[in-house]
DNA sequence: CGGTTCGTTGATCGTGCTCAAGGCTAGTGG
DNA sequence: CCACTAGCCTTGAGCACGATCAACGAACCG
């Protein structure tokens, strides 16, 4: 009974596809949905930047994720509906990358990651490095996303520039000034969504203003404060987790 | 001596804040490293929609991950440094949901989607399934990326009204000739990072060409060939594998 | 009723695009 | 040594897409 539920809902219409399951595995399934919460319109189940112990399995309702930035901009990641599990790489994250709200009045049900890791059958150091390195990658791609779309041109290669110091930094790359970067100024424009006539003007701003200087292979960076201010930028969403998560 | 090379790599450098490694743990780890496969700049590794059988972790060099648009354009998703693992989402897709390419001379280690299940040690529909959940999540993401940065405020309306309905229908929702849908236009509009204001003169349009209507909670679809081709949507990204991946 | 939220329209402004041209530097071959 | 090429960077002039500011209308609800 519970089986024939699991895959009448909006998830194992999804989940068909993968072919038959066995009574097991939809029980495992069903596990999921046990607990269920209801919210009413324009709750925020999940808070951007604190620590989510919970991803959410959305049963019935529509919701969004969505970043909000300092100057009160607001960039919609996406819209979660029935079936979608949403924040499974918070769990590996120490806090979320993202905020969560319902729109309509909203049942879901909470997965822990202790759930989840036991139906994953999962408990290594390894696996949680993996997925963590998994969810960083989806937060570092939310982030680029909000840069682009929220942000003006000069403070988004302001960010993107940063972004690349501080994970330079992460693996032992001493940035400090300055950084190699063979990047030319037609990829940078395509990564910040700019024609590369555009970023050269952009760039020559960052070097009259003394900020930041990309010249033959080499970014640097006279004024690093400066930097985080023009870009508002938070270094957070790539850090590893300080406490254990998952 | 393998688990010292382990932690001295870029790999290394981003995991160290996971605490201490056992031993074990270092092998499987430095396991990831055993092939290893050097690149010249500018090669393809990954081709957007190939099924890709490998992730790759990047011992060195610099790479960049991108979308192709049908007019040529191009939105660059990331790039990629040594340490990185790229494409772990893509084991758990029929088709990758972008493009993998080197940029400067660059080393890799391809992992296998059995190399990688081994080490996180699961084997199970539902972990596949739960992979394919996030990994779904992670392309719709991208594709927003492209959305935005690359598409008018015309062809990207209609991309997101299109996505809605594949997804709906995936659920079971009927939406031949429209669906109901509670975004109102602050909502639709912060999603495709456009003002309000805008957003309703590009609805205006999209009215008085019959393809598309939004009013009172109702998307109706007039034209969905004509809404098709204005979004160029493939809804390739969002099903489910057909064949068995992972 | 008044208040609120949402949708609609107009007028104007500005960021970033397009088209076009020219300048560097490195590499190649005379 | 110079001529020539090919990438890449730089700059200018004009334009357009979408933002901003300001109102007003419609629906809903206390």
Redesign the pocket.
Known sequence: MMAAQSLESPLGNKLRAFGDWTDAELAILGSFSARRRRFCPHQTLIHEHDAADDAYLVHSGWTYTYKMLPDGGRQIIGFPLPGDIVGLSNLALEGSAFSFASLTETEVSPISSGALMRALSIESKVARAMLWSAARESAVTMEHLTNIGRR???SRTAHLILELAHRLRQIGVDTTGGFACPL???LF?DAL????????????QL?EADIVV??SGRVVIHDYDGLMELAAFDPGYLSPPKRRVL
Do not use: E, G, P, Y
Not at 193 to 204: E, K, Y
């Open positions: 003006s041109a000069l030319n100024q037609h424009a969504s700019l024609t590369a006539i555009h970023l050269n003007r952009v760039l020559r070097r990309l010249r």
